[in-house]
């Protein structure tokens, strides 16, 4: 048996047009359903929306125990990396207690409207931005703490940003036998006794990472708490198993797939030129969101338009040159140049030809241009999507 806590949240993304039930407790138990152990789950729902939370269980094969509420919440991303708005939650008032009667092992997803209290003997613990593992009352005789890189700074009491000492030092405040940060495009740090290991990500042709984090904690509960597999050994198969969910969306997980290549953890910080149009609200709205989420990524980010500017005077010929020569000596200082190619945009076509001719990894986004237009992309080894997700995490490999 192994005891599930977590949100029952619709998720709505506009670009691309997607609407689910999920959250972070129905996706993580869905993830592991049919798996030959029992799961018993634990979350909140409205009355509204009980009738689909209870389908989702009868067609995934897990109990379920609601707390019912006034209102479901809902969470409304404009596009897969962008943060998302919330909906029907009040965070001025309590959150509610969620009252759990099962024992033994848990799954503990943090939630926005509930916590619980629970005495549990393996615990996998998922604070999803909210409080401590020892803030909600609970207690653990095995516990292993999994968050991201901003949870992980959130709740360290350190000012450090090196998440080697964060870890540690979450390793100790939360009385931790296992801590896992992940780091988005660049892996994950596993620690465990006096050890500390990274844990690579997996190459997939497309990325969906709404969710991804669930998966990953989903998979290393199996795998440390039904399997008695080690740390080590359950993050690679937690990364491995995110990541196809990340390219097919499938739910359960599968582990008999092709195998996928893992990505080499680069030490250094990667330099990446952001190429694309900036005429238009539009085209500087996107560069922007490109930016921010390659900057969220840890990468160095040069954007002419940030870092050169525009030309500002009616004469053009007399700040080409300089304009010319920045742009340029960007993509020489660069490892990989992300290209969005929108209107077939002459500058940012010549970018991505001196960039090949330079031997630079290039990433094209590429919406409403006709396969025949992309023929010397694609013959030159170019990786192109439509998707602007997949983009940010193959200019970030």
Same mark, same amino acid.
């Given at each position: ?204 042709? #497309?990325? *969906? ?7 990953? !904690?989903? $998979?290393? %509960?199996?795998?440390?708490? @039904?399997?008695? &597999? ?72 040069? #954007?002419? *338009? ?7 005077? !009616?004469? $053009?010929? %007399?700040?080409?040159?300089? @304009?010319?020569? &920045? ?71």
């Amino acid at each position: 048996m192994l005891n599930i806590i977590g949100g029952s949240y619709f998720e709505n993304c506009e670009e691309p047009s997607t609407r689910n039930f999920f959250g972070s407790g129905v996706r993580g138990t869905a993830a592991l359903s049919m798996k030959g152990f029992d799961i018993s789950f634990y979350s909140c729902i409205s009355v509204a929306h009980k009738s689909i939370a209870e389908y989702s269980s009868k067609l995934f094969g897990y109990r379920c125990n609601y707390l019912l509420v006034p209102q479901t919440i809902e969470f409304d991303y404009y596009h897969p990396l962008s943060k998302p708005f919330i909906v029907n939650y009040d965070s001025y008032a309590p959150q509610k207690e969620l009252i759990v009667t099962d024992n033994g092992d848990f799954l503990y997803y943090g939630m926005l409207e509930a916590y619980a209290k629970i005495n549990g003997n393996y615990v996998v613990y998922d604070p999803q931005n909210q409080k401590s593992f020892k803030d909600t009352g609970s207690t653990a005789k095995h516990l292993a703490i999994i968050l991201n890189k901003k949870e992980a700074q959130l709740l360290s009491k350190t000012k450090n940003e090196d998440l080697k000492t964060i870890g540690r030092e979450l390793f100790e405040s939360e009385n931790a036998e296992v801590v896992v940060i992940k780091n988005g495009a660049h892996g994950a740090l596993v620690f465990y006794e006096d050890d500390i290991q990274e844990i690579p990500v997996f190459k997939t042709d #497309s990325v *969906w990472p709404i969710g991804s984090g669930d998966i990953f !904690s989903a $998979v290393f %509960s199996w795998k440390w708490i @039904i399997e008695k &597999k080690n740390p080590f050994e359950s993050a690679l198969s937690a990364s491995m198993l995110t990541a196809y969910y990340c390219q097919s969306k499938l739910l359960p997980v599968i582990e008999q797939l092709e195998p996928l290549k893992p990505i080499e953890i680069k030490k250094s910080v990667k330099n990446i030129y952001l190429a694309g149009p900036f005429f238009t609200i539009a085209e500087r709205w996107l560069i922007n969101e490109l930016r921010n989420s390659l900057l969220d990524f840890g990468n160095d980010v040069f #954007s002419p *338009w940030h870092d050169v500017g525009v030309i500002s005077s !009616s004469d $053009v010929y %007399s700040e080409s040159k300089s @304009i010319a020569e &920045k742009d340029l000596a960007g993509i020489d200082n660069c490892e990989v140049v992300l290209a969005i190619l929108s209107g077939m945009d002459a500058g940012t076509l010549f970018e991505i030809g001196y960039a090949i001719a330079k031997n630079k990894k290039v990433v094209v986004l590429s919406e409403n241009v006709n396969d025949s237009d992309l023929t010397m992309l694609i013959g030159t080894g170019c990786e192109i999507t439509n998707d602007i997700a997949t983009a940010v995490y193959k200019a970030s490999w």
